[in-house]
């Protein structure tokens, strides 16, 4: 099968073991039919990694290809790729090694040349940002999933009902998400010496110092930035 003459966006989410997953949810109800004429959504979950990785490698060389003039179907060129995560840490910190070490694997396991998008500890974070801006600490899942509020389930029934009113809030929560990130980078409350710079871009998770910084976070989100990539495509 010819593929279409638009680029893929694919999408890695390692947390998902199958397709039943509330990011999957997310981009498919809100977005997969809106980007259809420009783009196509492709996504992976961790049983799926050595696709993405194989599709990540196809549009490198098809790069470079290009970029040395030589011929080719140059389509593959154009794609993207994202990793979409949350880090789960537990309110006590308990697993906070453990967090550290998957936060340092999944940098390196793409060589650190796919962005990873971060949508705070938990997805819900995220759903939050819907309803104004987010910075409250984490006490829990079943008290987060209380502030996603309408009624959430993590079914892919709820995220169909409620993809209407997820999309229409989407600028709102892409706000949101902005101000709750700069609230959440204080230098009075967490230094690094390029936090400014990490209020309008994802950190490079390439080094123990930034990791450290990064997870003493609790409400840090980089998915408006994804969304804003997505709806340029609309």
Same mark, same amino acid.
């Given at each position: 099968m010819k593929r279409p003459l638009i680029p893929f966006i694919h999408i890695y989410i390692p947390e998902a073991r199958n397709e039943n997953n509330c990011e999957i949810w997310y981009f498919r109800h809100l977005f997969q039919r809106k980007l259809n004429k420009k783009a196509m959504l492709k996504y992976y979950a961790y049983p799926d990694r050595k696709a993405f990785d194989k599709a990540f490698q196809q549009t490198k060389k098809a790069r470079i290809r290009r970029d040395d003039g030589k011929k080719g179907d140059f389509v593959a060129a154009d794609d993207l790729f994202f990793i979409v995560t949350d880090t789960d840490l537990k309110p006590g910190r308990s697993n906070l090694d453990e967090v550290r070490a998957d936060l340092r694997n999944l940098y390196y396991l793409f060589g650190g040349d796919v962005p990873i998008i971060f949508s705070s500890r938990s997805f819900e974070t995220w759903l939050c940002m819907h309803n104004g801006v987010y910075n409250k600490p984490f006490s829990?899942?079943?008290?987060?999933? %209380?502030?996603?509020? &309408?009624?959430?389930?993590?079914?892919?029934k709820w995220y169909r009902n409620n993809a209407e009113r997820l999309?229409? @809030?989407?600028e709102d929560a892409c706000a949101n998400c902005r101000i709750s990130r700069s609230n959440a980078i204080d230098p009075s409350q967490s230094e690094h010496t390029n936090s400014a710079s990490f209020k309008t871009t994802y950190?490079? %998770?390439?080094?123990? &110092?930034?990791?450290?910084?990064?997870?003493?976070?609790?409400?840090?989100?980089?998915?408006?930035?994804?969304? @804003?990539?997505?709806?340029?495509?609309?």
């Open positions: 829990g899942q079943r008290a987060l999933e %209380l502030d996603v509020g &309408y009624d959430y389930e993590k079914t892919e999309y229409r @809030t989407i950190p490079a %998770l390439s080094d123990e &110092y930034t990791i450290n910084w990064f997870l003493d976070i609790s409400t840090l989100s980089y998915m408006d930035i994804l969304i @804003t990539l997505l709806r340029s495509f609309e």
